[in-house]
């Protein structure tokens, strides 16, 4: 696109099994016996003020304030700030920093707006919708921008927030707008549960969004083994123009590089958030939140969230408003024991165990497992490998992660970079296949962030380089200026001053003074000759 | 209401993702490779009688204790045995001829163990299988005995007189000659072509005439003794394709392999016609199908990538016929897979470069 070449994707959209992956018995089926539920509110509600991959947001209210529901409680100018708004009437009752886990493997000390809610009722803003028919690209564009709304991978390796993906798409031409709701970790059904209970809203979301982006064809991609999920999405669908694709029962099909590759029938490249080969990638609760905001014309203040595992009574999904701590939602689901639980949080292959349930539920939470005993697999001594070759085998990526294993273990990072570590998606397929049970997905977890670093470091040492260079180069250039310049005022000077020193000039001019002083000496003696002739003629005899 | 102090001491325990695991590991990846074995195994020990067992047991049980004894000078701790070096004590065993002396898998054992195995570093660490380096080395040391199959006459018929011969130590070979020449192994052939039994090459004498320049004697781990062979083979060929069908094992280098050998075969008739006769020999007159199967597709030694593994068993299968057909060499198994194995790194590292280059460039376009 950017260099005027047009990527070719197919008429006719369709998904297969990619090389590798792996089947995974389905365990969604808990969470989707029941429809989704509204979460009755709880006490304290802690609202994070930044969200992963943005600027903090600055409060716009304070300690002792009584806000309404979808009123403002933070926000900026800037478009690096997703504002967050109150997803429940109450009054503010503190502003502090807490630690959030953001990512698998890292905590951030996040300032956070804790919301005491009211107990007598919700009582919201009056808010009004509107016909996106109506409205103009733009208008859809900067109404969707201050919604704060974050789009997220369905395994939350990234997220952005929908402002900058918006702008980004506008500048490049979209072809393809893809709502990415397929889910193949066994556990999560956030995704199957909206497209079955809201295919409407999300039909009308994914029709918004692919106004506001200006792609000329957009489609909605969801597990062929979900089947009342298609059957809803499909009835919605009828006498649409959106596409509904579905993606083959394995893991990892929802990595939004491989739904990319296979729908582009490419080589699938490791794949940021935003347009990659004329195609972007939203979650299908991007679409739903996007809906309610033109529709009803309310901002984004919760989101699907499963809780499941055996340990709970009844598993299902919640509509969470954003700040609500977990264990509120695990005592709503009857968890038994809590305390002996290991809850696990956005995917049972590549989530992470959480340290403290006090954490709130954001954006980019697709679901909780409290696990019973025996469900979910420790973690077992590793053995030496025996190079089975059944990472290869499983890999989505073309990687070999024996190899990798052994070069990030040797921390060979020039090999490591030829090896495509930069490649792999961090599903875990690697290490759930591995016999020998060698901690693969975390190990290459930590060798992709040092890499990360790494990089970041060499492209900071290469600008400051850079910027040596060119101050070698201009003082180089100063000083040839500065001997140029001397070496011309000095001839302008000399062009002045008189002609110099010649030997010729001299020697005549010495000449010329022996010649007159010859002439006063001869002309003094003939006057002498006169007048002392005797006497000078007496001495000389 | 849930304690919420409690909560946090409690699920603060270590653990990491993935939260779930396949369940497979190497035990029950040798359970089936041994499951698989068994069809072939029983029937070579009715077929040819006690000695194969005997040949088994030792190879298993020395191969188990030499590896603990230089595990532990080494100082490398183990954790149970060694499920993978049963598997190649087993294939070793079947290997050498059942009538030969205690002494042969004995010494075999220990050279697969020590030398092929761990002086390389162990589990996952070596080049070539460890089956086949000791095979070869006994092929050297003790050429005639390790070339004199029995007939397979079936247990009940078994002569369990020569059962006495195992506890004897094996003929000393007159390699002294053999060394002085320039090429020894064609002087080892000659003397074992006339050293042959006569009624075995009445046996196959029609085999010899189909395949003529096939020096059956010579070419394979056995002669080809007609039924007993085949019905082993096809007892191996049910245990390969078991592995195959629940995936213990890669398709990709036993299909190669049997592959090549049948294209060879029909580029030595034009492909004319389908050489039923040589054909059959290649596969079920000697060990063919239990190197195939449990010998190309070992860990360590052979590729990994699915590509790798296509060219590792079509060169597999190419060396194989040529140097049954043609070479002076009188194994060619166990040679073949020798220099498969010399190839396997350089197949996997190139298609490691290709796909991470094809990365590359699918990621240099988006930018």
């Given at each position: 696109?950017?260099?005027g070449?047009?990527?070719?994707?197919p008429?006719?959209?369709?998904l297969s099994k990619?090389?590798?992956?792996?089947q995974?018995?389905s365990?969604k089926?808990?969470?989707?016996?029941s429809?989704?539920m509204?979460?009755?509110l709880?006490?304290?509600l802690?609202?994070?003020?930044?969200?992963?991959?943005?600027?903090?947001?600055?409060?716009?209210?304070?300690?002792g304030?009584?806000?309404?529901?979808y009123?403002l409680?933070?926000?900026?100018?800037?478009?690096?700030?997703v504002?967050?708004?109150?997803?429940?009437?109450?009054t503010?009752?503190a502003l502090h920093?807490?630690?959030?886990?953001?990512a698998?493997n890292?905590q951030?000390?996040?300032?956070?707006?804790?919301?005491?809610?009211?107990?007598?009722?919700?009582?919201?803003?009056?808010?009004?919708?509107?016909?996106?028919?109506q409205?103009?690209?733009?208008?859809?564009?900067?109404?969707?921008?201050?919604?704060g709304?974050?789009d997220?991978?369905?395994a939350?390796?990234?997220t952005?927030?929908?402002?900058?993906?918006?702008?980004?798409?506008?500048k490049t031409?979209?072809?393809?707008?893809v709502?990415?709701?397929?889910?193949?970790?066994?556990?999560?059904?956030?995704?199957?549960?909206?497209?079955?209970?809201?295919?409407?809203?999300?039909?009308?979301?994914?029709?918004?969004?692919?106004?506001?982006t200006?792609?000329?064809?957009?489609?909605i991609?969801?597990?062929?083994?979900?089947?009342?999920?298609?059957?809803?999405l499909?009835s919605?669908?009828?006498?649409?123009?959106?596409?509904?694709?579905?993606?083959?029962?394995q893991y990892?099909?929802?990595?939004?590089g491989?739904?990319?590759?296979?729908?582009?029938?490419?080589?699938?490249?490791?794949v940021?958030h935003?347009?990659n080969?004329?195609?972007?990638?939203?979650?299908?609760?991007?679409?739903?939140?996007?809906?309610?905001r033109?529709?009803?014309?309310?901002?984004?203040t919760?989101?699907?969230t499963?809780?499941?595992?055996?340990?709970?009574?009844?598993?299902k999904?919640?509509?969470?408003p954003?700040?609500?701590?977990?264990?509120?939602?695990?005592?709503?689901?009857?968890?038994r024991?809590?305390?002996?639980?290991t809850v696990?949080?956005?995917?049972?292959?590549?989530?992470?165990?959480?340290?403290?349930?006090?954490?709130?539920?954001?954006?980019?939470?697709?679901?909780?497992?409290?696990s019973?005993?025996?469900?979910?697999a420790?973690?077992q001594?590793?053995?030496?490998?025996?190079?089975?070759?059944?990472?290869?085998?499983?890999?989505?990526?073309?990687?070999?992660?024996?190899?990798?294993?052994?070069l990030?273990?040797?921390?060979?990072?020039?090999?490591?970079?030829?090896?495509?570590?930069?490649?792999?998606?961090?599903?875990?397929?690697?290490?759930?296949?591995?016999?020998?049970?060698l901690?693969?997905?975390?190990?290459?977890?930590a060798?992709r962030e040092?890499?990360?670093?790494r990089?970041?470091?060499?492209?900071?040492?290469?600008?400051?380089?850079?910027r040596f260079?060119?101050?070698?180069t201009?003082?180089?250039?100063?000083?040839?200026?500065?001997?140029?310049?001397?070496?011309?005022?000095k001839?302008?000077?000399n062009?002045?001053?008189e002609?110099?020193f010649?030997?010729?000039?001299?020697?005549?001019?010495?000449?010329?003074?022996?010649?007159?002083?010859k002439?006063?000496?001869?002309?003094?003696?003939k006057a002498a000759?006169g007048?002392?002739?005797?006497?000078?003629?007496?001495?000389?005899? | 209401m849930i304690?919420a102090?409690?909560?946090?001491?409690e699920?603060?325990?270590?653990?990491?993702?993935?939260?779930l695991?396949?369940?497979?590991?190497?035990?029950?990846?040798?359970q089936?490779?041994?499951?698989?074995l068994l069809?072939?195994?029983?029937?070579?020990?009715?077929?040819f009688?006690?000695g194969?067992?005997?040949?088994?047991?030792?190879?298993?049980?020395?191969?188990?204790?030499?590896?603990?004894a230089?595990?532990?000078?080494a100082?490398?701790?183990?954790?149970?045995a060694?499920?993978?070096?049963?598997?190649?004590?087993?294939?070793?065993g079947?290997?050498?001829?059942?009538?030969a002396s205690?002494?042969?898998?004995?010494?075999?054992?220990v050279?697969?163990?020590?030398?092929?195995?761990?002086?390389?570093?162990?589990?996952?660490?070596?080049p070539?299988?460890?089956?086949?380096v000791?095979?070869?080395?006994?092929?050297?040391?003790?050429?005639?005995?390790?070339?004199?199959?029995?007939?397979a006459?079936?247990l009940?018929?078994f002569?369990?007189?020569?059962?006495?011969?195992?506890v004897?130590?094996?003929?000393?070979?007159?390699l002294v000659?053999g060394?002085?020449?320039?090429?020894?192994?064609?002087?080892?052939?000659?003397?074992?072509d006339?050293?042959?039994?006569?009624?075995?090459?009445?046996?196959?004498?029609?085999?010899?005439t189909?395949t003529?320049?096939l020096?059956?004697?010579?070419?394979?781990f056995?002669?080809?003794?007609?039924?007993?062979?085949?019905?082993?083979n096809?007892?191996f060929?049910?245990?390969?394709?078991?592995?195959?069908?629940?995936?213990a094992?890669?398709?990709?280098?036993?299909?190669?392999?049997l592959?090549?050998?049948l294209?060879?075969?029909?580029?030595?008739?034009?492909?004319?016609?389908?050489?039923?006769?040589?054909?059959?020999?290649?596969?079920?007159?000697?060990?063919?199908l239990?190197?195939?199967?449990?010998?190309?597709?070992?860990?360590?030694?052979?590729?990994?990538?699915?590509?790798?593994?296509?060219?590792?068993?079509v060169?597999?299968?190419?060396?194989v016929?040529f140097?049954r057909?043609?070479?002076?060499?009188?194994?060619?198994?166990?040679?073949?897979?020798i220099?498969?194995?010399?190839?396997?790194?350089?197949?996997?590292?190139?298609?490691?470069?290709?796909s991470?280059?094809?990365?590359?460039?699918?990621?240099?376009?988006?930018t």
């Open positions: 696109m950017l260099f070449r047009r990527h070719s994707i008429n006719k959209l369709r990619v090389t590798g992956g792996i995974i018995p365990r089926e808990l969470s989707l016996r429809r989704i509204p979460t009755p709880p006490a304290q802690i609202i994070p003020l930044q969200q992963v991959g943005a600027d903090s947001a600055i409060p716009v209210v304070a300690v304030d009584t806000v309404r529901k009123a409680l933070a926000g900026s100018e800037s478009d690096a700030v504002p967050v708004f109150a997803p429940a009437s109450g503010v009752i920093q807490q630690h959030i886990t953001v698998a890292r951030a000390s996040i300032e956070c707006l804790v919301l005491q809610t009211d107990t007598g009722g919700d009582e919201s803003l009056a808010l009004s919708g509107h016909d996106y028919r409205l103009s690209p733009e208008d859809l564009c900067s109404l969707l921008a201050s919604a709304i974050i997220t991978e369905t939350s390796k990234d952005q927030s929908l402002a900058t993906l918006l702008t980004e798409a506008r031409n979209v072809e393809l707008l709502i990415n709701g397929i889910e193949s970790d066994p556990y999560m059904s956030s995704e199957a549960a909206i497209a079955r209970e809201y295919a409407e809203a999300v039909i009308q979301g994914a029709a918004i969004l692919q106004v506001a200006g792609a000329t064809r957009c489609a991609a969801i597990s062929a083994n979900q089947q009342e999920s298609r059957a809803a499909q919605a669908l009828s006498g649409s123009s959106i596409e509904l694709i579905a993606a083959p029962d990892p099909a929802h990595d939004l491989l739904v990319i590759g296979g729908l582009t029938r490419s080589t699938p490249a490791t940021n935003g347009v080969q004329g195609v972007l990638g939203l979650a299908m609760h991007t679409a739903l939140a996007a809906s309610e033109i529709s009803n014309g309310k901002p984004c919760s989101r699907i499963t809780i499941t595992g055996m340990a709970t009574q009844t598993p999904n919640f509509c969470v954003l700040g609500t701590p977990v264990k509120h939602l695990l005592a709503l689901c009857g968890a024991d809590i305390a002996a639980t696990v949080s956005q995917s049972a292959l590549n989530g992470y165990a959480m340290q403290s349930l006090d954490e709130p539920i954001a954006q980019w939470h697709a679901g909780f497992i409290a019973a005993e025996d469900e979910l420790n973690p001594e590793p053995e030496p490998c025996i190079q089975c070759g059944h990472c290869i085998t499983v890999c989505p990526r073309p990687l070999q992660p024996n190899q990798l294993l052994a990030t273990i040797k921390r060979d990072w020039q090999q490591l970079q030829q090896s495509g570590l930069a490649d792999c998606i961090e599903c875990g397929a690697c290490a759930y296949v591995c016999p020998s049970h901690p693969l997905l975390q190990t290459f977890r060798g040092e890499l990360q670093l990089q970041h470091g060499m492209q900071r040492s290469n600008y400051w380089q850079q260079n060119a101050h070698q201009r003082e180089a250039q100063e000083k040839t200026q500065q001997l140029e310049a001397q070496r011309l005022r001839e302008q000077a062009a002045k001053a002609p110099g010649s030997r010729q000039q001299a020697r005549s001019e010495i000449a010329d003074a022996v010649a007159r002083v002439a006063r000496r001869l002309a003094s003696d000759t007048t002392g002739k005797s006497g000078h003629s007496g001495e000389e005899q | 304690d102090n409690t909560a946090n001491a699920s603060s325990r270590v653990t990491h993702s993935p939260f695991h396949s369940g497979y590991n190497s035990e029950r990846w040798s089936q490779q041994m499951v698989a069809p072939g195994a029983l029937l070579s020990l009715w077929f009688g006690p194969v067992a005997i040949n088994i047991a030792i190879t298993v049980v020395l191969g188990l204790l030499t590896a603990r230089l595990n532990g000078m100082r490398q701790t183990s954790k149970g060694d499920t993978n070096l049963i598997i190649m004590a087993i294939v070793l079947l290997a050498i001829p059942p009538g205690i002494l042969i898998p004995v010494v075999g054992t050279v697969m163990v020590a030398l092929g195995k761990q002086l390389w570093g162990g589990t996952g660490q070596y070539f299988h460890p089956a086949m000791a095979y070869l080395a006994l092929l050297l040391l003790f050429s005639d005995q390790m070339l004199a199959w029995p007939e006459n079936g009940l018929q002569d369990w007189s020569t059962l006495a011969n195992k004897l130590l094996p003929n000393p070979v007159p000659d060394l002085s020449q320039a090429t020894p192994l064609l002087d080892l052939q000659a003397q074992l006339s050293s042959a039994p006569q009624d075995l090459l009445a046996a196959t004498s029609n085999l010899n189909a003529g320049n020096n059956t004697a010579t070419g394979t056995y002669t080809a003794a007609g039924l007993p062979m085949l019905l082993i096809l007892g060929l049910s245990g390969g394709l078991y592995l195959c069908y629940t995936r094992i890669a398709w990709q280098a036993p299909v190669a392999a592959a090549s050998i294209f060879c075969c029909l580029l030595s008739t034009g492909f004319l016609s389908l050489p039923g006769e040589l054909l059959g020999l290649h596969l079920f007159a000697g060990h063919l239990l190197v195939t199967f449990w010998v190309t597709t070992e860990l360590s030694s052979s590729a990994k990538t699915a590509r790798g593994r296509l060219l590792f068993g060169i597999f299968g190419c060396v016929y140097i057909q043609s070479g002076a060499v009188p194994d060619g198994l166990a040679s073949a897979i220099i498969a194995n010399l190839a396997a790194p350089l197949l996997d590292h190139r298609s490691r470069v290709a991470a280059t094809a990365a590359a460039q699918a990621a240099a376009e988006d």
